[in-house]
């Protein structure tokens, strides 16, 4: 037989009731499966709402990269980058190095070093004081108190800046001392003089300063100090070591733009340019999901075969070949300095990175066009560049393309929110109602089983009464 239900109300308002007692129905089963029919629609929009909110992401990553490539390009602009400058080049830069000032003279210097230049030295036995000890080292004076070690002396004589000598105290005890200048000191050098008796000069062991002496195409020189500014025009010599098995070239080139800085611009320009179309092609190629079963394989393939990106990369890739205008035919675009998607692979067919329009570099075009054309690629390379930086200016500065479109899905995303909390408070209401209705129809089902039980026990009762 069927009892009545337990039925009592939540502090909502909503009955909370025992399903089924009385009618033996699940009605907390029918109620969630009306609901959920009921739910759909916010299913549909939440499912709206995944998709804007990957276009949102992925558009705001390519205008992130747009950016970069933008700022990558604005730099061929630079007056500086084309800043006209000379290099130099040794053949053997362990021995004899070279740098440039200003106004090298053009062309190749053999350079061989015979002696490198040098510090006087003396050395001395030291023993320690017994009582404080005045020393004279060219005229100056060094204290050291009672008992004083071969360093303390030392760090001493280091410590005067007006010095002009260092001191080394070797393990030994023993303090040796060097002009701090290099180069010819002739035989009166370093005058030590010690009253106390501290320092005791070793026999045999002092050493005059030498000049460094070389030579330059067959021309002998000398200088004090192992840096030579004075023997090639322009140009910085650093004297390492002796060149006993043969003259160093020195090579100055022709002033122009640095090949290095052109060439780690170019470079930059490229990776970043690469990373962005991959970018965009890979949006591009990605296929939404034909049966997408939660939010986020509904965001799977948002921007497949977007028109405005294929068209943002078809106007990059064209604008790295149109000539621009008002240049010699030889010099009017990014290809007349080397900058192409790379050459065939074989038989006529392209590599995937070219087919794709990813860029290269051949450094050795680059390299040339530099050296006879210097001008013609400044040119170029500027006219180029502004033009290339308006098209993605116009898709990924602020409040370009990209940054329009990312906002309108945002602007859609707040909308959805709105209406799917709207349409989550209408299906609350909705399932309290539900709940009520079941737990009425409960209730009058129990109220009628109670009856009919009553009105049994009544006939049953007449029955065995005999009336």
């Known amino acids: 037989m069927s009892t009545s239900p337990l039925g009592v109300n939540s502090a909502a308002g909503a009955p909370i009731t025992i399903s089924g007692l009385a009618s033996g129905l699940n009605t907390s089963s029918i109620i969630s499966a009306l609901m959920a029919v009921e739910r759909r629609p916010v299913t549909h929009l939440s499912n709206e709402q995944a998709k804007l909110a990957a276009e949102q992401t992925a558009l705001q990553s390519i205008q992130s990269s747009v950016q970069q490539l933008a700022f990558s390009v604005s730099e061929f602009s630079l007056p500086s980058l084309f800043e006209s400058s000379q290099t130099v080049t040794s053949s053997e830069p362990s021995r004899v190095s070279a740098t440039t000032t200003s106004g090298a003279g053009v ?130 010599l650093s004297l390492n070591g002796l060149t006993r098995t043969g003259p160093v070239t020195i090579d100055v080139q022709a002033p122009g733009p640095s090949l290095a800085a052109v060439e780690a611009q170019v470079q930059s320009f490229i990776k970043l340019y690469n990373s962005a179309v991959e970018a965009i092609q890979t949006q591009l190629a990605t296929k939404p999901l034909s049966k997408p079963g939660s939010a986020s394989e509904y965001a799977i393939g948002i921007l497949f075969g977007d028109g405005e990106l294929r068209s943002l990369v078809t106007s990059m890739r064209d604008a790295m070949y149109e000539p621009v205008s008002g240049l010699e035919a030889t010099m009017s675009s990014p290809l ?3 900058i192409s998607t790379g050459a065939p692979t074989g038989a006529g067919i392209s590599s995937p990175a070219s087919l794709e329009g990813l860029l290269t570099l051949d450094s050795t075009k680059l390299s040339e066009a530099l050296k006879t054309n210097p001008a013609g690629v400044e040119q170029m390379l500027q006219g180029w560049s502004q033009k290339l930086q308006g098209l993605l200016n116009s898709a990924g500065a602020p409040g370009g393309a990209l940054e329009s479109r990312a906002n309108g899905d945002g602007g859609q995303i707040t909308h959805l929110d709105s209406q799917i909390a709207n349409m989550n408070a209408m299906l609350a209401e909705r399932e309290k109602a539900l709940q009520a209705t079941y737990s009425q129809l409960e209730s009058v089902l129990s109220k009628n089983s109670a009856q009919a039980n009553w009105l049994t026990q009544q006939t049953e009762s007449l029955a065995k009464s005999g009336l």
């Open 107 to 236: 062309g190749g210097y053999e350079v061989e070093v015979t002696q490198l230049a040098n510090s006087a030295q003396r050395t001395f036995a030291f023993t320690p004081p017994a009582g404080e000890d005045t020393i004279t080292i060219d005229g100056r004076e060094y204290k050291i108190k009672a008992d004083a070690s071969a360093k303390e002396l030392a760090n001493t004589i280091n410590a005067d800046g007006s010095g002009t000598v260092y001191a080394a105290a070797l393990a030994s005890g023993t303090v040796v001392l060097s002009s701090r200048a290099t180069g010819n000191s002739g035989p009166e050098f370093i005058k030590v003089s010690d009253p106390g008796g501290a320092l005791s000069e070793q026999a045999g062991t002092a050493k005059e300063g030498k000049n460094a002496e070389y030579t330059i195409d067959g021309v002998a020189g000398a200088s004090s100090s192992n840096t030579v500014t004075n023997a090639i025009p322009g140009v910085t």
């Open 336 to 338: 007349d300095i080397g």
